[in-house]
């Protein structure tokens, strides 16, 4: 191997190594930065894990009073579905009844 073949192997090995501590550098000094970013999401999943389900009723109770009033009440569809049939069905087995004298 010539001088010069040694010369340029020796120079790319010294880049490379500067280019890999560089990174090296940046990452464990950006370490701290992520750890803290860790910190506070775990911090805000865990608030969110106090606000329980009967807070958040509340809450939804409260605007809908606001929007709707307190002549109206929300229902979920599939409840008004559930009582639609329950009347058809009353309605059909009051029409088969036969009147008593």
Avoid: C, W
């Amino acid at each position: 191997m010539s001088d010069i073949e040694q010369a340029i192997r020796d120079l790319i090995e010294e880049q490379v190594s500067s280019v890999v501590d560089s990174h090296v550098e940046d990452a464990l000094s950006n370490h701290g930065d992520f750890s803290d970013l860790q910190y506070k999401v775990e911090d805000l999943e865990q608030k969110i894990d106090e606000v329980n389900d009967d807070s958040l009723n509340l809450v939804v109770e409260h605007i809908v009073h606001k929007l709707i009033g307190d002549s109206k009440k929300v229902m979920s569809k599939s409840y008004v579905e559930d009582l639609h049939y329950e009347i058809t069905k009353l309605k059909r087995e009051l029409a088969n009844t036969k009147p008593t004298e």
